[in-house]
């Protein structure tokens, strides 16, 4: 079947360590996604991806980094300059960014979700 | 820049009855596009429903609907015949021109009682 998978889906990390949360896809998406969700919240854009090689910051990149090797592959490493990492952590993609206003949205297929906690 | 407005933290809703969520958007572009996701408890983003900004009807999947009013900037969510699998919260978000992201709402939490 066709989806998006992330893992893990639950990830300790103590203060001033680094890590990486992965997520894969075989959907053939170009576009890929990194969101962070704190509790009331909205989804916030971390990185995004619109094809292999290349990324672009989002709105809260201070303190994470990405890398898109791969098309089907878009890890998000959470360094130790991430002040409050402990939050939910969701991966998209998408067939490409799609024409706004158009018929087809191009719609983000989204991953299970890794809950991140900082002891 | 887009905003997503979403007034309802939460509403409540008897099985089987029709539950409206409200949306109301604000961008400058012409050109843009509206999304309905539902986040159940387990946290997955499920997409339920695309609109377009030119697109001429209301768009429909299902039980779900959207009351698309242009001039009011509103895209209110329509379920019905609500099942208690429809407990949840459910996302508007937009994307608009040549932006590739999409600006999310809050959120709605909906409850669905037996």
């Known amino acids: 079947d066709g989806g998006i998978t992330q893992s893990p889906k639950y990830l300790f990390r103590k203060e001033g360590q680094n890590v990486t949360l992965s997520c894969e896809q075989n959907l053939n998406h170009d576009a890929m996604y990194w969101y962070r969700q704190d509790p009331g919240q909205g989804l916030r854009l971390i990185y995004y991806?619109?094809?292999?090689?290349?990324?672009q910051k989002g709105d809260i990149a201070e303190g994470y980094s990405v890398s898109r090797e791969k098309k089907e592959s878009f890890p998000l490493t959470v360094t130790s300059a991430q002040k409050n990492p402990t939050a939910f952590y969701l991966c998209?993609?998408?067939?490409?960014?799609?024409?706004?206003?158009?018929?087809?949205?191009?719609?983000?297929?989204f991953g299970p979700g890794t809950r991140l906690t900082v002891l | 820049a887009q905003k997503i407005t979403q007034t309802q933290p939460g509403m409540f809703v008897q099985e089987k009855e029709a539950v409206t969520l409200d949306c109301t958007y604000d961008t400058s572009d012409p050109s843009y596009g509206l999304f309905w996701y539902k986040q159940p408890s387990s946290g997955e983003m499920i997409f339920l429903i695309y609109q377009g900004s030119y697109d001429q009807q209301n768009a429909t999947e299902g039980r779900y609907s959207l009351n698309f009013q242009k001039a009011r900037k509103s895209a209110n969510l329509v379920i019905s015949a609500s099942q208690l699998g429809d407990s949840a919260m459910y996302f508007c978000?937009?994307?608009?021109?040549?932006?590739?992201?999409?600006?999310w709402g809050l959120g709605t939490s909906l409850a669905v009682n037996p």
């Open positions: 978000a937009i994307r608009a021109g040549n932006n590739r992201k999409l600006i």
């Open positions: 991806s619109q094809i292999v090689n290349d990324f």
């Open positions: 998209a993609s998408s067939l490409g960014p799609g024409l706004a206003g158009g018929r087809s949205g191009n719609e983000q297929f």
